[in-house]
Each structure stands twice: as structure tokens, then as C-alpha cells.
Nanobody, 120 residues
Framework: QVQLVESGGGLVQAGGSLRLSCAAS????????MAWYRQAPTKQRELVAV???????NYADSVKGRFTISRGNAKNTVHLQMNSLKPEDTAVYYC??????????????WGQGTQVTVSS
């Protein structure tokens, strides 16, 4: 089992920056991938950024060049640095951890979400 706790959301003006953090606990040694998703009102949850255990990263086209996902000094933390924020970035942001095991297959774990609001 993996538990995730996000922090760092808030209200910011367009063009501003925010840094989200996600702290994992529990069976962190089994995590293969960590990611950030977001869900805006009336929209489906979408992948924002992902980082693998090897450090590889990938981003949604809408955030490339503006957002950066990284691991903290403690391997159980992941950050999302968001720059040049736009009103369309407004959403609840969720931390996600994926474990993949031969017997149990893939398991997804989710944090409680943190609200990011970008005013125009």
C-alpha cells in the first residue's frame, strides 16, 4: 500500500508560479512511476506529467515548457513546478503512484487532491 499527500496548491494570478509537492509513504520501494493529474470542473481527469523510477519524464502538450516534474532529495517526494500559469490550468491536481508487480499487476494510488486556481 502507498499513501500520498499533496501540498502547495492555491490561488495565483495568470503568469505566476506554484510548486506542488507530493509525499509518499508506505511501500515506496515498490513505486515504478509517479505522476500528476488534474481535473477541471466538468472535464475528465488528465495526465499532466510523469516521472519514472529511472528519472525519465513526460508531459502533456499543454504544459510542456511551463511545468517541470522532479523528485525531491528524499526519494519519496515528487514536485511539480508550474510556471507561466494560465486560467485554463485551474483544476484539482492529484498525485498518482503506480506499482507494477508480477503477481498483482498494476495498482494505482491517489492523493486527496489540491486545488490550483489561476485568475485572469
Amino acid at each position: 500500500q502507498v499513501q500520498l499527500v499533496e501540498s502547495g496548491g492555491g490561488l495565483v494570478q495568470a503568469g505566476g508560479s506554484l510548486r506542488l509537492s507530493c509525499a509518499a509513504s508506505g511501500s515506496i520501494f515498490s513505486i515504478n512511476v509517479m505522476a500528476w493529474y488534474r481535473q477541471a470542473p466538468t472535464k475528465q481527469r488528465e495526465l499532466v506529467a510523469v516521472i519514472t523510477s529511472g528519472g525519465g519524464t513526460n508531459y502533456a502538450d499543454s504544459v510542456k515548457g511551463r511545468f517541470t516534474i522532479s523528485r525531491g532529495n528524499a526519494k519519496n517526494t515528487v514536485h511539480l513546478q508550474m510556471n507561466s500559469l494560465k486560467p485554463e490550468d485551474t483544476a484539482v491536481y492529484y498525485c498518482n503512484a503506480v506499482t507494477i508487480r508480477a503477481i498483482t499487476g498494476r495498482n494505482d494510488y491517489w492523493g486527496q487532491g489540491t486545488q490550483v486556481t489561476v485568475s485572469s
